[in-house]
Each structure stands twice: as structure tokens, then as C-alpha cells.
């Protein structure tokens, strides 16, 4: 059995290690989505929404990423958690706004979206992922 110190250190390894891993991943994302809102905005933004499709994925496990660091963050760093439940509430709003845009076939309302909503957030996510990477949070 583990002490509540050791545990707690875990814990705190295990957060720093999975955030250094979505700031990489977001790091990465984010160029991607940046360069795609040229052809959301063009006559034919098909390809641009089968490079969103594709995103889902990655949004499925940026939740993830959120829920755990916010329930790890709760107890010892209340403002960061914080921080993880506003990063999280905006990113699901921005999700359903898009979703409504990629069933109204809306490249433009798509990629203005994406760039202002998404991406914005993505952007707070990489942010605090990167804090907790760095421990500097501690």
C-alpha cells in the first residue's frame, strides 16, 4: 500500500506526464486546423470538413485530458482546475456550434468557428497543459 504522500505524488507524475503529452499533441493540432481554414473558406470546404471529421478523435481525447486533469487539479490547485472546467465548457460549446455549421453545410460560419471558438480554446487548453507539464503549478 501506498502512503497519501505517494500517492498523491502519482498522481501529480502521472498529470505532468499526460499534459506534456497534450501540449506535443496540441502543438501539432493547432498549425493543422490554422492551414485548414482556407479551404473551410473556399468554394468546395468538403476537404476541410474531412480534416475536421478527422480532428474528432483528438477532440474525444482532449476531453478526456480535461475531466482527469480537473478532477486531479480539484483538491491542490483550485485555480487551475478552474481554469480546466472554463477550457472545457467553451470547448463544448465550440464543438456544438460546429457540429450545427457541418449539418448546415456552412463552410464560412465553419471556419470563422473553428478559428474564433476552437482553435481560441485549443489554444487556453495548450496554455494550461503547458503549466502543468512544467509543474509550475505546484
Same mark, same amino acid.
Given at each position: 500500500?501506498? !502512503? +497519501? ?6 498522481? @501529480? ?7 506534456? *503529452?497534450? #501540449?506535443?499533441?496540441? =502543438?501539432?493540432?493547432? +498549425? /493543422?486546423?490554422? %492551414?485548414?481554414? =482556407?479551404?473551410?473558406?473556399?468554394? %468546395?470546404?468538403?476537404?476541410?470538413? &474531412?480534416?475536421? *471529421?478527422? #480532428? ?11 475531466? #482527469?486533469?480537473?478532477?486531479?487539479? @480539484?483538491?491542490?490547485? +483550485?485555480?487551475?482546475? =478552474? #481554469? ?15 457540429? %450545427? &455549421?457541418? !449539418?448546415?453545410? %456552412?463552410? @464560412? ?18 496554455? /494550461? *497543459? ?6 509550475? *503549478?505546484?
Amino acid at each position: 500500500m501506498s !502512503t +497519501p504522500a505517494e500517492h498523491q505524488q502519482a498522481i @501529480a507524475t502521472q498529470l505532468q506526464q499526460s499534459s506534456e *503529452a497534450m #501540449a506535443e499533441y496540441l =502543438a501539432r493540432a493547432l +498549425p /493543422v486546423l490554422t %492551414d485548414n481554414l =482556407a479551404t473551410l473558406r473556399s468554394a %468546395d470546404p468538403e476537404a476541410g470538413v &474531412a480534416v475536421l *471529421a478527422q #480532428a474528432v478523435e483528438g477532440l474525444e481525447w482532449i476531453a478526456e485530458y480535461l475531466s #482527469a486533469a480537473q478532477g486531479a487539479t @480539484a483538491d491542490t490547485q +483550485p485555480e487551475i482546475s =478552474a #481554469a480546466l472546467q472554463s477550457v472545457q465548457q467553451a470547448l463544448l460549446g465550440a464543438v456544438s456550434m460546429i457540429v %450545427d &455549421a457541418m !449539418t448546415a453545410k %456552412d463552410g @464560412a460560419l465553419l471556419a470563422d468557428l473553428v478559428e474564433f471558438e476552437l482553435i481560441e480554446n485549443l489554444r487556453a487548453c495548450e496554455g /494550461v *497543459a503547458v503549466q502543468l507539464a512544467r509543474g509550475a *503549478a505546484h
